[in-house]
């Protein structure tokens, strides 16, 4: 099976090649782990895993809780032989892996969002690249682990608990037109700095509580609700183009922003729109006024965040991000070289 080209993917990499196998033989014994906190702001615990050749990938957090996003940062300032192409897979999904950032050339990261239906385990990263001495690769172990989430019980008009077979159609048909947006993200990163609150109010409700509605256990929370009454302002948590802005089923007023390489943020229940789709959006600008339309037991912002494709926690997101531009972080990579 070929693999999909990326801009740091040479064409010539090619997954399941007899001679592949064999380099993936002899290279697999050669890997050296170790488990220690680098000082992220982030509360938690990254895990590192180190090649012969001077590459290293570091994981935050580690473990990882369902429905979080895993960090990957990787180091090639101290390869012997400059890289030509680098790519990372969790599974059979390609997982997009870019420049750092603001820490420069040899620095590159990625995200991998972890399923909310994802079961505890020990899993694989797969880091491929090529160099002058040929391909190359380096397993990350990641470990899963399950998250507590709590159970909120809502009342909701019976309609959206029990669609009829008209809104059935509606509802297929518009999980079709969402998912084909998500699997379509902008070719670059459109974001330079960490991420913002979408509004002021209180958080209400985590991500991942488990909804009874009516007394019906339906769904979990896919997102985070903050209190805001009808026609309070919604903000783009940051830059990026607006990809869809219409009403759904479920979401009510729905808005997507995509910040690019997989990145997207969504604000449900929208009163009002106050910018288009196709349009470039910066962090912090109006971007609709909060409401209560689709699913809804009254006036609130729904924010979730997507990672090629996964909804995960976007509170947790925001939080690793901003670890990714913390003044700890480039000093400890200065220290390093």
Not at 163 to 192: A, Q, V
């Amino acid at each position: 099976m070929k693999m999909p080209h990326s801009p740091h993917q040479p064409e010539t990499a090619r997954r399941g090649s007899p001679r592949r196998r064999h380099r993936l033989r002899t290279i697999r014994g050669c890997v050296t782990l170790s488990l220690l906190v680098w000082g992220l702001s982030v509360p938690a615990e990254s895990f590192s895993v180190s090649h012969p050749n001077g590459i290293e990938v570091r994981t935050t957090p580690g473990p990882v809780s369902n429905g979080h996003t895993v960090l990957l940062e990787i180091n090639t300032r101290n390869m012997i032989t400059p890289i030509v192409g680098i790519q990372a897979w969790h599974g059979e999904k390609a997982i997009p892996v870019y420049q750092h950032p603001h820490k420069g050339p040899g620095i590159f990261i990625g995200f991998i969002g972890i399923s909310y239906y994802q079961k505890p385990e020990r899993a694989n990263v797969k880091l491929e690249w090529t160099n002058r001495s040929g391909y190359h690769f380096l397993l990350i172990p990641i470990e899963v682990t399950q998250g507590r989430f709590k159970k909120e019980k809502l009342r909701v008009p019976k309609s959206k608990v029990s669609p009829s077979k008209t809104d059935r159609r509606r509802i297929t048909d518009e999980r079709y037109k969402i998912k084909n947006i998500y699997k379509t993200p902008h070719h670059s990163r459109l974001w330079n700095t960490a991420f913002a609150m979408p509004a002021t109010g209180k958080v209400t409700s985590p991500f991942g509580s488990q909804r009874v509605l009516n007394g019906k256990l339906k769904s979990y929370h896919s997102g985070v609700d903050f209190r805001a009454s009808t026609g309070t302002p919604i903000y783009a948590a940051n830059d990026g183009v607006v990809r869809f802005a219409s009403n759904l089923f479920y979401s009510g007023n729905h808005l997507i922003i995509d910040h690019g390489l997989g990145l997207f943020t969504g604000y449900s229940h929208l009163s009002e729109f106050r910018v288009e789709p196709g349009q470039m959006v910066h962090k912090g600008q109006e971007i609709g006024l909060a409401g209560s339309t689709g699913r809804s037991n009254g006036p609130h912002l729904h924010w979730g965040a997507k990672v090629n494709g996964i909804s995960v926690d976007p509170l947790q997101l925001k939080e690793l991000i901003e670890a990714v531009f913390s003044p700890a972080e480039t000093d400890r990579i200065t220290e390093s070289e």
